[in-house]
């Protein structure tokens, strides 16, 4: 069984054309998954179609109102049987990462929700019991580009996706942690040579390199993954090296 997206929007224009190309648009070219925009105005009741109404309490700005969601999603359907989730994007939601694309990638159907102004009337993440997901720490003006960082992350891990010249189990965070720094021809750039081991033809120093230079991006940049990572005793010997080497240099 194949993947069905559904994203609900007042912008469905800017859902298509990204879908169409690069891996996503392969996708679904081969059958493996079909995405739909629905314009959530198609779901107002009144001619100016308004999707938007004033917030209970007061303040600036507008807030999306409840009853078109409800309406678009049930007009989407789907069988009673299918595993789905639905997925309201928001600064306020529960981070996005790889662990949660793989739960997608394994669904029969993804309905995604767009928001913009101030968000969505609460009723519907209630209501519709969605998940809701923020794509990061910073303020968007709608849920659009949010929701296409998620198809891109989901479409991308269905099997048959990526060709087989790549796999989705190398990826930076396929284990919880950075990927390794990658280099191409030429040797020397600029005057900035390759770092030896990787012209040495030495397939175990390649690799343990490569995992040592991951775990030091990965204490450098991001050293709350390493507390969840899958990590083996190699790599606890790596992150002990590289401690050292810190303290040399402190
Ligand atoms: C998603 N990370 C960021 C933005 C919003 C002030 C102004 C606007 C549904 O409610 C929303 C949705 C969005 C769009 O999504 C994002 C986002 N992941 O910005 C607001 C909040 N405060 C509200």
Redesign the pocket.
């Known amino acids: 069984m194949s993947l069905a997206i559904d994203v609900v929007t007042i912008f469905p224009g800017m859902i298509a054309p990204p879908v169409e190309g690069g891996i996503v648009g392969r996708a679904v070219e081969a059958g493996l998954v079909r995405i739909a925009a629905h314009d959530l105005r198609e779901h107002t009741d009144d001619k100016h179609r308004t999707a938007d109404d004033a917030p209970f309490g007061g303040g600036p700005?507008m807030v999306m109102k409840a009853e078109p969601f409800f309406r678009a999603v049930e007009a989407i359907g789907g069988a009673p049987t299918e595993r789905r989730a639905v997925v309201?994007?928001?600064?306020?939601?529960t981070p996005f990462n790889q662990d949660r694309a793989a739960r997608y990638a394994t669904l029969d159907r993804l309905v995604l929700l767009c928001?913009?102004?101030?968000?969505?009337d609460e009723r519907v993440r209630e209501g519709l019991a969605a998940e809701e997901?923020?794509?990061?720490?910073?303020?968007?003006?709608?849920?659009e580009v949010?929701a296409l960082a998620v198809i891109e992350a989901t479409v991308r891990l269905l099997p048959g996706a990526l060709g087989d010249e790549t796999s989705a189990g190398a990826d930076s965070f396929s284990d919880g942690i950075l990927d390794f720094p990658h280099y191409t021809r030429p040797a020397v750039v600029r005057g900035r040579a390759v770092p030896d081991v990787l012209l040495s033809g030495d397939h175990g120093r390649i690799r343990r390199w490569r995992r040592k230079e991951a775990l030091r991006a990965t204490r450098e940049r991001r050293p709350e993954l390493l507390r969840n990572a899958r990590l083996s005793p190699e790599d606890a010997d790596l992150l002990s090296e590289i401690e050292r080497e810190d303290k040399v240099l402190a």
Do not use: K, M
């Not at 309201?88 to 939601?93: A, Y």
């Not at 997901?133 to 849920?143: A, C, E, I, M």
């Open positions: 700005g309201l994007l928001s600064p306020r939601g928001g913009r102004y101030e968000g969505i997901v923020s794509v990061g720490d910073f303020v968007l003006t709608g849920g949010a």
